[in-house]
């Protein structure tokens, strides 16, 4: 394999690498998945392909399969250094990134690439949706149009939650929230039981943590991560990856009279679209520019996207 050239700056805490020099990376392996693999991982507007993952994602898989074999190197000598025997607890992923850019088919993809490699059969995944407050709650604090901001979740559950999970509790269980009603389904647990890798996706996953009323800092969410991944764009791009992908919904899923958002459905595409335009204005932006962007330099990987949607640019934190 070629020598990799890396583009190294002293004032930079990250080596930046275009895609050309990332797709070296993957040292030749096959590519593991088809193209009924893609159809079924993509979401909606996402222009995943076979090519994408490829370039991308099997580097990318190659890389944390090395972290998660590493860590399980540093495990084996804590527990030489202890004189005992227990069990490694999960290794845990975190993606972060604005609505409609994707971060949710790139966990996805991560999950099922992980789970081709020989030591890693087990990975799970969850979203922090399900630790959004139901709708009632939302309504009677008055943050139903701020949903997706870090105080529209049960933060602290979400920290049991993986605390729990990286702790090496057997079974853990989140709320599941669905996308059709809008809403937290109160008779469903999606449980995780005692995986290898846990990947937890969602907007805030990268958030910082709070200070609180006395001064102190309590934990983040970030500080049971043994990896992060931030899925970057443009904010233009997203944009219109989130409006494209709204007037697909208005025509898909939006017609199902179940849907929180069945009245968009009957919208004209002049209305729909400014219908769109106006809940990323209003909602969407101003809660990526001020809770989701910031928090773009915590991760250990960025992945720049370019407008149509395929990744250009990978950020990768020094060690």
């Known amino acids: 394999m070629e020598p990799t050239q890396l583009q190294d700056t002293s004032i930079s805490p990250f080596v930046e690498l275009d895609r050309q020099t990332w797709a070296r990376l993957s ?40 972290y998660v074999t590493g860590a399980g190197a540093t495990h084996q000598a804590t527990m030489t250094f202890l004189g005992e025997k227990t069990r490694q607890t999960p290794f845990v992923i975190g993606v972060a990134g604005s609505v409609a850019v994707g971060k949710s088919t790139t966990a996805r993809v991560l999950q099922e690439m ?47 939650f993986v605390s729990a999970v990286k702790s090496g509790a057997p079974e853990v269980s989140a709320p599941v929230y669905s996308h059709l ?40 969410l970030s500080d049971f991560f043994d990896f992060s991944v931030y899925v970057d764009a443009r904010t233009s791009d997203i944009e219109e990856w989130y409006i494209s992908r709204f007037m697909k919904l208005r025509s898909g899923a939006f ?61 990768l934190r020094k060690i």
């Open 27 to 66: 040292n030749k392996m096959e590519q593991p998945l088809n193209v009924e693999d893609i159809e079924r991982l993509r979401g909606l507007g996402d222009g995943l392909d076979l090519r994408e993952v490829r370039d991308v994602y099997l580097p990318l898989s190659r890389l944390l399969y090395l």
């Open 114 to 160: 992980l789970r081709r490699w020989p030591q890693t059969p087990d990975v799970q995944l969850i979203t922090t949706d399900g630790f959004l407050y139901p709708n009632a709650e939302l309504e009677r604090r008055g943050l139903m149009e701020r949903k997706g901001f870090p105080e529209s979740y049960d933060r602290r559950a979400l920290l049991r």
């Open 181 to 220: 009603t809008y809403d937290i389904l109160p008779a469903e647990r999606n449980v995780v039981r005692s995986p290898q890798v846990l990947i937890v996706e969602g907007l805030n996953v990268l958030q910082p943590a709070r200070t609180r009323s006395d001064g102190t800092v309590g934990l983040a």
């Open 255 to 315: 017609l199902d009279p179940a849907s929180y958002f069945h009245r968009y459905s009957k919208l004209s595409d002049f209305e729909a679209r400014a219908t769109a335009r106006r809940i990323w204005k209003s909602i969407n932006e101003p809660n990526l520019k001020e809770n989701v962007l910031p928090t773009r330099g915590r991760a250990q990987l960025v992945l720049r996207k370019s407008g149509d949607h395929s990744v250009t640019r990978m950020l």
